[in-house]
């Protein structure tokens, strides 16, 4: 158990080290495109066809402390971040977290239900091919879930969206009814919310299936023709609890090892199904602040991406260490 | 000329104000009154209120406006709610009328401006509007040189005006500069801030005005009382003055939900103290509240107008790509979809930068043969066919029929397309070496490439056109290489004049006195002459390029049409400043515009149909919105 906390230790350590390196490259990644939030908010006015003195750009700069140097914006933004400031929002001026926190929730809760979904769905049609392997079922599972990657996202949102409005006379767009949108949070509105979500989660989660779908598959029919499969079963063990138990746990190794990597995808990769749908998650806040040239709510957004992804590589370690005794066997000689 | 005070004095076209016992109000308001919390409505309303004829009929109280737009989009809602200044346009766009004030003086050199204040006009906390809140707003505000919100172009400078207050309903303004244009001014959009700054509540985030601003602004975690200032009190440009709900405003609606990232819907209601009323007595608005609902999408936004989600609008679905959606789904969605005639003049103008920083290249664009034969390289009837329909004509950047400077040999020149003659033009410039891929080479033994800059967001017309027009310049050994940019670059290419093409819709169709980008370096909007446009308002500018002296003569032509309020005189030099235009052809236009298309629900009532579609009017303002009702 000794072994256990000087492994999780030292993975936070290095958390919090990595977390300052990725606030660096993100501020100054951010920083990169030409131009900056002054020049990004006459542009604006220009595309809304307001005629716009190009003079106005440097005393916005300096009321918006844009002509300090990088370094000296970095450091008074991580300052803040230091004392759980997370600065202004200049498109806004409100604090930035006022303007994320409302949309964490629906975040989380969509992510969460896309990932369950998905998994729920592809990890038995991976199985179910592998097992079946080149039999019709297998063929037509391959098919489904590559029709679902290969069509882009978006697409299949602004399918569901003409379909509910040429077939079903409504715009199913956004992710509470209107009634509810101004209200504050109830048992009314999150049902509301959980029977117009199902549509985004169907869109995102199918996008992702074919690639669970093929790992499953590919690493269990690896597994199936290991010694140890061939020896279980002569033995004896009933089938179905021989497959569950052994390779199929061994196969969703590597699924679990990158569930680091699912959290961040999963709130990336619905920009743009978000920006369709109207959906109110962090990915279209993402956008349009990184448009905008907004430094504090798109550096606060990334950073809080990037804190989930190595909080989620953590959780793949900690699950690695308790799913595969490998894992623990290799910490223990470690140390 | 000898006269010492010319006194001008605007039609009034103001009613017989009915007795104050006549008026009434909104059933809503009336409760107030009735639990002691709103004053009696005669006393809410000025001693005159204006008086508002309704298009088709004296309308009923209640109902919500609908609206679907863009969370930033503060235009929308300036064109919606926020269009009462000192003075407005009438709805045709062809008289400037009396609105908060009711008329005014002005000396002969057009310096000094005397205005009435209409009396009794009360904010929508209830406080009175006086000459003070005007002399707040030039003094105080955009006379403070570090004020970072916008300016009105024609006071670009903290020191362009002076304000005082002579008693509490007239005001003199000093302007440094003569202008013979200010009234009109006062109309447009650039107009809007001189009556939403409140005196009374707006001083408290100045620090002449409070000691204790430092403190207050950092307890609301703003860095600088000026972020502070700017959020609570911003001028019309910068996210609307009605983002704070605390605000008090002179418009028919105030806001109740302000638009934001986390706000689906906006929502706004009735002013109580709103200072108009129709023809029998009711105070306006009929319609108690206005409610945007906010898409991040610009497909999900038609989506939802065909749905029937909107009840007046034009403003981001009325572009050609969306008719057919639109028109398809009048009956499902229960509204109609209608026309308004436009003020632009052509879908797409091309301006070649004559000031660009590539000299080569500004010496060519200069030439006037060069533009020639530019034109006659353009077929526009293909660009009519494939892009809209066949329904627009081809069209130079030339004024459109309905307006006093339309000009029919303008609006033809050099649009039939000729290869021959621009090949022949061209040789005759010196082009006449090509490369292998049968380009013309410049002077200097580079390809003869034209970049034009547009951005992802830029309209679907305009970037298709383009492709028709690099495909038709390929003919006359011209490369047109279009760059799709990120908007932000696009800016700051422009403001460092670093750049050779921006193609744009031609603003400037009618009303060519308050939009003349393509006839004159007229504003920063004039991407043709942008070096022109700098050196016009200061020679030593950064990017100043001294222009050639037919645009100096229109330069200092325009001068003239500042310095004088004499409308007829104006009209005669600006037709000269067109003749120049006419004869230099600096912009190349290609096909007149589109109507406008705007969805009208078929429950609303007193929606005029001849309203001209522009921005710097700016539409549907003018028609005054608060004899919009809605039949139950």
């Given at each position: 158990?000794?072994?256990?906390?000087?492994?999780a230790?030292?993975?936070?350590l290095?958390?919090?080290?990595?977390?300052?390196?990725?606030?660096?490259?993100?501020f100054?990644?951010?920083?990169l495109?030409?131009g900056?939030f002054?020049t990004?908010?006459?542009?604006?006015?220009?595309?809304?066809?307001?005629?716009v003195?190009?003079?106005?750009?440097?005393?916005l700069?300096?009321?918006?402390?844009?002509?300090?140097?990088l370094?000296?914006?970095?450091?008074s933004?991580?300052?803040?971040?230091?004392?759980?400031?997370?600065?202004?929002?200049?498109?806004?001026?409100?604090?930035?977290?006022?303007?994320?926190?409302?949309?964490?929730?629906?975040?989380?809760?969509?992510a969460?239900?896309?990932?369950?979904?998905s998994?729920?769905i592809?990890?038995?049609?991976?199985?179910f091919?592998?097992?079946r392997?080149?039999?019709?079922?297998?063929y037509?599972?391959?098919?489904?879930?590559?029709?679902?990657?290969?069509t882009?996202?978006?697409?299949?949102a602004?399918?569901a969206?003409?379909?509910?409005?040429?077939?079903?006379?409504?715009?199913?767009?956004?992710?509470f009814?209107?009634?509810?949108?101004?209200?504050?949070?109830?048992?009314?509105?999150?049902?509301?919310g959980?029977?117009?979500?199902?549509?985004?989660?169907?869109v995102v989660?199918?996008g992702?299936?074919?690639?669970?779908?093929?790992?499953m598959?590919?690493?269990l029919?690896?597994?199936?023709?290991?010694?140890?499969?061939?020896?279980?079963?002569?033995?004896?063990?009933?089938?179905g609890?021989?497959?569950?138990k052994?390779?199929?746990r061994?196969?969703l190794?590597?699924?679990?090892s990158?569930?680091g990597?699912?959290?961040?995808a999963?709130?990336?990769?619905?920009?743009?199904?978000?920006?369709?749908?109207?959906?109110?998650t962090?990915?279209?806040?993402?956008?349009?602040?990184?448009?905008?040239q907004?430094?504090?709510v798109?550096?606060?957004?990334?950073?809080?991406?990037?804190?989930?992804?190595?909080?989620g590589t953590?959780?793949s370690?900690?699950?690695?260490?308790?799913?595969?005794?490998?894992?623990r066997?290799?910490?223990?000689?470690?140390? | 000329?000898k006269?010492?005070?010319?006194?001008?004095?605007?039609?009034?076209?103001?009613?017989?104000p009915?007795?104050?016992?006549?008026?009434?109000?909104?059933?809503?308001?009336t409760?107030?009154?009735e639990?002691?919390?709103?004053?009696?409505?005669?006393?809410?309303l000025?001693?005159?209120?204006?008086?508002?004829t309704?298009f088709?009929?004296v309308?009923?109280?209640?109902?919500?406006l609908?609206?679907?737009?863009r969370?930033?989009?503060?235009?929308?809602?300036?064109?919606?709610?926020?269009?009462?200044?000192l003075?407005?346009?009438n709805?045709?766009?062809?008289?400037?009328?009396?609105n908060?004030?009711?008329?005014?003086?002005?000396?002969e050199?057009?310096?000094?401006?005397?205005?009435?204040?209409?009396?009794?006009?009360?904010w929508s906390?209830?406080?009175?509007?006086?000459?003070d809140?005007?002399?707040?707003?030039?003094?105080?505000?955009?006379?403070?040189p570090?004020?970072?919100?916008?300016?009105?172009?024609?006071i670009?400078?903290?020191?362009?005006?002076?304000?005082?207050?002579?008693?509490?309903?007239?005001?003199?303004?000093?302007?440094?500069?003569?202008?013979?244009?200010?009234?009109?001014?006062?109309a447009t959009?650039?107009g809007?801030?001189?009556?939403t700054?409140?005196?009374h509540?707006?001083?408290?985030?100045y620090?002449?005005?409070?000691?204790?601003?430092?403190?207050?602004?950092?307890?609301?975690?703003?860095s600088t009382?000026?972020?502070?200032?700017?959020?609570k009190?911003?001028?019309?440009?910068?996210?609307?003055?009605?983002t704070?709900?605390?605000?008090?405003?002179l418009?028919?609606w105030?806001?109740?939900?302000?638009?934001?990232?986390?706000?689906?819907?906006?929502?706004?209601?009735?002013?109580?103290?709103y200072?108009?009323?129709?023809?029998?007595?009711?105070?306006?608005?009929?319609?108690?509240?206005?409610?945007?609902?906010?898409?991040?999408?610009?497909e999900?936004?038609?989506l939802?107008?065909?749905?029937?989600?909107?009840?007046?609008?034009?403003?981001?679905?009325?572009?050609?790509?969306h008719?057919p959606?639109?028109?398809?789904?009048?009956?499902?969605?229960?509204?109609?979809?209608?026309?308004?005639?436009?003020?632009?003049?052509?879908?797409?103008?091309?301006g070649?930068?004559?000031?660009?920083?590539?000299?080569?290249?500004?010496?060519?664009?200069?030439?006037?043969?060069?533009?020639v034969?530019?034109?006659?390289?353009?077929?526009?009837?293909d660009i009519s066919?494939?892009?809209?329909s066949?329904?627009?004509?081809?069209?130079q950047?030339?004024?459109i029929?309905s307006?006093?400077?339309?000009?029919?040999?303008?609006a033809?020149?050099?649009?039939?397309?000729?290869v021959?003659?621009?090949?022949?033009?061209?040789?005759?410039?010196g082009?006449?070496?090509r490369?292998?891929a049968?380009?013309?080479?410049?002077?200097d033994?580079?390809?003869?490439?034209?970049e034009a800059?547009t951005?992802?967001?830029?309209l679907?017309?305009?970037?298709?056109?383009?492709?028709?027009?690099?495909?038709?310049?390929k003919?006359?050994?011209?490369?047109l290489?279009?760059?799709?940019?990120?908007?932000?670059?696009?800016?700051?290419?422009?403001?460092?004049?670093?750049?050779?093409?921006?193609?744009?819709p031609?603003?400037?169709?009618?009303?060519i006195?308050?939009?003349?980008?393509?006839?004159?370096?007229y504003?920063?909007?004039?991407?043709?002459?942008?070096?022109y446009?700098?050196?016009?308002?200061?020679?030593?500018?950064?990017?100043?390029?001294e222009p050639?002296?037919?645009?100096?003569?229109?330069?200092?032509?325009?001068?003239?049409?500042?310095?004088?309020a004499?409308?007829?005189?104006?009209?005669?030099?600006?037709?000269?400043?067109?003749?120049?235009?006419?004869?230099?052809f600096?912009?190349?236009?290609?096909?007149?515009?589109?109507?406008?298309?705007?969805?009208?629900?078929?429950k609303?009532?007193?929606?005029?149909?001849?309203?001209?579609?522009?921005?710097t009017?700016?539409?549907?303002?003018?028609?005054r919105l608060?004899?919009?009702?809605?039949?139950?």
């Amino acid at each position: 158990m000794n072994s256990f906390f000087l492994f999780a230790g030292k993975r936070l350590l290095s958390m919090l080290i990595t977390l300052l390196a990725v606030s660096v490259v993100v501020f100054a990644v951010i920083d990169l495109p030409p131009g900056d939030f002054a020049t990004s908010r006459i542009a604006e006015m220009q595309s809304m066809g307001q005629t716009v003195d190009p003079e106005l750009i440097f005393s916005l700069r300096e009321m918006y402390g844009l002509d300090k140097p990088l370094y000296e914006r970095y450091l008074s933004w991580v300052g803040g971040l230091l004392q759980g400031d997370l600065g202004m929002s200049l498109t806004d001026n409100q604090p930035v977290w006022e303007t994320i926190q409302p949309r964490i929730g629906p975040t989380m809760a969509l992510a969460g239900a896309v990932f369950i979904f998905s998994h729920l769905i592809a990890i038995p049609i991976g199985i179910f091919s592998a097992l079946r392997q080149y039999s019709w079922g297998d063929y037509v599972a391959t098919v489904f879930g590559f029709i679902g990657m290969a069509t882009p996202n978006f697409v299949l949102a602004i399918v569901a969206l003409l379909i509910g409005y040429f077939h079903f006379d409504t715009v199913v767009s956004g992710l509470f009814s209107d009634q509810f949108l101004n209200e504050p949070m109830s048992w009314d509105k999150f049902w509301d919310g959980v029977s117009r979500g199902w549509i985004y989660v169907l869109v995102v989660g199918t996008g992702g299936m074919a690639g669970i779908i093929r790992i499953m598959r590919a690493n269990l029919l690896d597994e199936l023709t290991k010694p140890y499969v061939k020896t279980a079963r002569a033995k004896g063990m009933s089938e179905g609890r021989l497959i569950l138990k052994y390779p199929v746990r061994v196969a969703l190794l590597p699924m679990v090892s990158t569930i680091g990597w699912m959290l961040p995808a999963l709130l990336g990769a619905d920009v743009i199904v978000s920006q369709v749908m109207n959906v109110p998650t962090l990915g279209p806040l993402l956008l349009n602040s990184l448009r905008t040239q907004d430094m504090y709510v798109a550096g606060d957004i990334l950073l809080i991406m990037s804190g989930l992804t190595i909080i989620g590589t953590l959780i793949s370690d900690l699950l690695l260490y308790w799913v595969d005794p490998r894992v623990r066997v290799g910490v223990a000689k470690e140390f | 000329m000898k006269k010492n005070v010319v006194a001008l004095s605007i039609a009034m076209c103001l009613a017989t104000p009915a007795l104050a016992a006549e008026y009434s109000e909104a059933p809503q308001l009336t409760k107030l009154v009735e639990a002691g919390q709103l004053p009696e409505v005669s006393d809410r309303l000025p001693q005159e209120p204006l008086v508002v004829t309704p298009f088709d009929s004296v309308g009923k109280y209640g109902g919500t406006l609908n609206l679907l737009g863009r969370a930033p989009d503060n235009v929308h809602r300036i064109r919606i709610i926020a269009y009462d200044n000192l003075f407005n346009f009438n709805e045709k766009y062809n008289e400037v009328v009396p609105n908060l004030a009711t008329g005014f003086t002005a000396n002969e050199e057009n310096t000094v401006f005397t205005l009435s204040l209409r009396k009794g006009v009360k904010w929508s906390d209830g406080h009175p509007f006086t000459a003070d809140d005007i002399v707040f707003y030039i003094n105080e505000v955009i006379g403070d040189p570090d004020h970072a919100g916008n300016r009105p172009l024609f006071i670009s400078s903290p020191d362009a005006a002076k304000a005082t207050a002579v008693d509490a309903h007239t005001v003199k303004i000093e302007l440094k500069e003569p202008n013979g244009l200010f009234i009109r001014q006062l109309a447009t959009i650039d107009g809007a801030s001189f009556a939403t700054y409140p005196k009374h509540y707006c001083s408290q985030f100045y620090p002449q005005y409070n000691k204790n601003l430092d403190a207050e602004a950092e307890a609301a975690g703003f860095s600088t009382w000026r972020q502070y200032s700017m959020t609570k009190c911003r001028s019309a440009y910068f996210i609307e003055h009605y983002t704070n709900v605390d605000r008090p405003v002179l418009t028919a609606w105030k806001v109740k939900t302000p638009p934001g990232p986390n706000t689906p819907i906006a929502e706004f209601e009735r002013n109580p103290f709103y200072w108009q009323v129709d023809t029998e007595g009711n105070q306006l608005p009929y319609l108690d509240s206005v409610r945007w609902r906010f898409s991040e999408d610009s497909e999900e936004m038609v989506l939802r107008a065909a749905a029937g989600e909107t009840d007046f609008q034009a403003r981001h679905i009325g572009g050609p790509s969306h008719r057919p959606m639109l028109i398809a789904n009048e009956e499902k969605g229960g509204y109609t979809y209608h026309f308004r005639p436009t003020t632009l003049m052509n879908s797409m103008v091309l301006g070649l930068n004559q000031t660009t920083s590539d000299k080569v290249k500004a010496e060519l664009f200069a030439q006037k043969d060069f533009r020639v034969a530019l034109s006659h390289g353009i077929d526009r009837e293909d660009i009519s066919e494939t892009v809209y329909s066949g329904v627009v004509e081809p069209y130079q950047a030339a004024p459109i029929e309905s307006s006093a400077f339309y000009d029919e040999e303008m609006a033809s020149q050099y649009t039939d397309y000729d290869v021959e003659t621009a090949n022949k033009l061209l040789d005759g410039l010196g082009l006449e070496k090509r490369d292998s891929a049968g380009y013309r080479l410049m002077k200097d033994g580079r390809r003869l490439r034209i970049e034009a800059l547009t951005t992802t967001a830029d309209l679907g017309g305009v970037s298709d056109s383009l492709e028709l027009v690099k495909n038709q310049w390929k003919e006359i050994g011209v490369f047109l290489d279009i760059r799709v940019v990120e908007t932000n670059y696009l800016t700051s290419l422009r403001i460092t004049n670093d750049f050779e093409l921006i193609p744009m819709p031609g603003d400037g169709g009618v009303g060519i006195i308050d939009e003349a980008r393509s006839y004159l370096p007229y504003s920063p909007e004039s991407t043709w002459g942008l070096g022109y446009y700098n050196w016009a308002q200061d020679p030593n500018h950064e990017y100043a390029v001294e222009p050639p002296a037919h645009v100096k003569r229109q330069i200092e032509l325009f001068e003239k049409v500042r310095n004088t309020a004499d409308q007829a005189e104006q009209q005669r030099l600006m037709k000269e400043i067109m003749a120049i235009a006419k004869e230099q052809f600096y912009v190349i236009g290609t096909v007149s515009s589109l109507e406008e298309g705007v969805v009208i629900n078929n429950k609303i009532r007193n929606v005029p149909h001849d309203m001209p579609q522009s921005y710097t009017f700016p539409t549907p303002g003018p028609m005054r919105l608060g004899q919009l009702w809605k039949e139950q």
